[in-house]
């Protein structure tokens, strides 16, 4: 008879893009499309979560309005929003500390996001 782990031991979510690192942060996957009309989550793709921004590519502008972004919609500090990886491309990974996985999938969920 085989035995599957429990789902709640291992590191993934049921949002794409979303991984638990820590008691209280994540890692959030991204794919940054910069220069849109206005900067807002547009889809969940195979790559992470599709995030639109108003800045331009020039001067870590779009970074900066990305951590802006995040810490507003996951309702925490500026400081606690690092860019882990992807500086100048536009795939990027986020570190959010201050934010459970749970409350994070919740958050996301509830923004109604279309799966690419």
């Known amino acids: 008879m085989v035995v599957a782990a429990p789902i709640e031991?291992?590191?993934?979510?049921?949002?794409n893009g979303i991984e638990k690192k820590g008691a209280d942060a994540i890692l959030l996957r991204t794919r940054v499309v910069p220069r849109s009309s206005r900067t807002v989550f547009v889809a969940i793709?195979?790559?992470?979560?599709?995030?639109?921004?108003?800045?331009?590519?020039?001067?870590?502008?779009a970074n900066e309005e990305c951590i802006r972004f995040l810490a507003?919609?996951?309702?925490?500090?500026?400081?606690?929003?690092?860019?882990?990886?992807?500086?100048?491309s536009r795939a990027k990974v986020f570190e959010i500390d201050g934010c459970a996985e749970s409350?994070?999938?919740?958050?996301?969920?509830?923004?109604n996001l279309k799966v690419v």
């Not at 507003?72 to 100048?88: H, P």
């Open 72 to 88: 507003k919609t996951f309702g925490v500090s500026k400081g606690a929003v690092r860019l882990s990886s992807g500086g100048k």
């Open 103 to 111: 409350d994070a999938v919740r958050i996301i969920e509830s923004l």
């Open 9 to 15: 031991h291992l590191n993934f979510s049921k949002v």
């Open 45 to 61: 793709t195979a790559e992470g979560l599709r995030l639109q921004v108003k800045a331009p590519p020039v001067e870590n502008a």
